[in-house]
């Protein structure tokens, strides 16, 4: 099946960066789209960034200009970018890539189980 794994979760401190990365394996056809999406204590899930087969990037407006999503083709590889981070920014980070595992196959999204970012002094 396919496996979405997220790594470069961590402590920071506010104003700090950090880099995540997420790489997926298994039966993929053809990526869509990948992205990162978080998720607060009480909060609900909302999106950080995505990024589409072709380099087209979408952010939430709280990270524009604090993150830069990218990716490795060759690699399923997506990775996310954020600077200057705030309090406000802590929460698990879970991955998302929309994919076909087959030509015959209809799309779907995958979700990894996430990578905590946590930013406090």
């Known amino acids: 099946q396919v496996q979405l794994v997220e790594s470069g979760g961590g402590l920071v401190q506010p104003g700090g960066s950090l880099r995540l990365s997420c790489v997926a394996s298994?039966?993929?056809?053809?990526?869509?789209?990948m992205g990162w999406f978080r998720q607060a204590p009480g909060k609900e899930r909302e999106l950080v960034a995505t990024?589409?087969?072709?380099?087209?990037?979408n952010y939430a407006d709280s990270m524009k200009g604090r993150s830069t999503i990218s990716r490795d083709n060759a690699k399923n590889t997506v990775y996310l970018e954020m600077t200057s981070l705030k309090p406000e920014d802590a929460a698990v980070y879970f991955c998302n890539a929309y994919l076909r595992q087959s030509f015959l196959s209809r799309a779907m999204d995958y979700w990894g189980k996430g990578t905590l970012v946590t930013v406090s002094s």
């Open positions: 990024i589409t087969n072709d380099g087209s990037t």
């Open positions: 298994g039966n993929i056809f053809r990526i869509s789209a």
